[in-house]
């Protein structure tokens, strides 16, 4: 059982369109985390939120704490946003320990 | 300022021989975390190393271990490999520990076991 679990495994969109990814959680966080990495490994952090909405750019990251749930949404992609897009929580009393979900692939295609 | 870098970037083991990786943090940042990346796990936390001690540690066994140097270097060891260890391991660095969001990752070390 994963404590973390995204939707969809893998997006295929094209150029110009609304993507969404979805975050499920189900232990008690701190935080939640959004982060990008593109192919060659490096990992950038998008978001930290703990409630509410965060927007950066075309980026929008929110989160229910009560459903357990964030969502992702990238407006007008484009292909240089083409990564993996992990979701992580931090977990209080527990010196910080943070869960990972497995990802989600996404491809924009010009 | 240069940033997090890692070595070797890709590695080949044999089963049951050991492995040591090596990470070089962004200068003035003292704190140092690994993490296993495998497609069917995805991320894992490994542990946390601050001015020199382990700070954190995540659910792995006693075969991966690791430190950190005064100069704030830090290496993971692991023992005994096993098929399940090829994975990409990933360092990061941050000027506080516990701090998830200011971290700035390596480009990991690509570890296949054969």
């Known amino acids: 059982k994963n404590e973390v679990e995204q939707s969809p495994q893998n997006l295929t969109a094209q150029e110009g369109e609304f993507i969404t990814i979805n975050c499920s959680y189900s232990?008690?966080?701190?935080?939640l985390h959004w982060l990008q990495q593109h192919p060659g490994g490096g990992i950038v952090s998008l978001f930290m939120?703990?409630?509410g909405k965060k927007k950066h750019g075309r980026l929008i990251a929110t989160i229910n704490i009560q459903e357990k749930h964030s969502s992702l949404h990238i407006t007008a992609s484009h292909p240089r946003d083409s990564a993996v897009y992990i979701c992580?929580?931090?977990?209080?009393?527990?010196?910080?320990?943070?869960?990972f979900g497995t990802g989600t692939s996404l491809t924009v295609i010009p | 300022k240069a940033g997090v870098t890692q070595t070797p970037r890709y590695l080949i083991k044999t089963r049951g021989q050991q492995v040591t990786l090596s990470c070089s943090p962004i200068s003035g940042h003292r704190s140092v975390s690994w993490y296993q990346q495998t497609p069917g796990q995805g991320l894992q936390f490994l542990f946390e190393?601050?001015?020199?001690?382990?700070?954190n540690k995540g659910n792995f066994p006693g075969r991966f271990s690791g430190r950190q140097f005064s100069n704030s270097r830090s290496e993971m060891n692991v023992s005994t490999l096993e098929l399940g260890d090829s994975a990409l391991y990933l360092c990061?660095?941050?000027?506080?520990?516990?701090?998830?969001?200011?971290?700035?990752f390596g480009p990991g070390t690509r570890l296949t076991v054969l």
């Open positions: 232990v008690g966080i701190s935080a």
């Open positions: 939120l703990s409630s």
């Open positions: 990061a660095s941050s000027l506080v520990p516990g701090i998830f969001d200011t971290q700035y």
């Open positions: 190393y601050f001015s020199e001690t382990q700070r």
């Open positions: 992580a929580v931090s977990v209080p009393n527990t010196g910080n320990q943070f869960y």
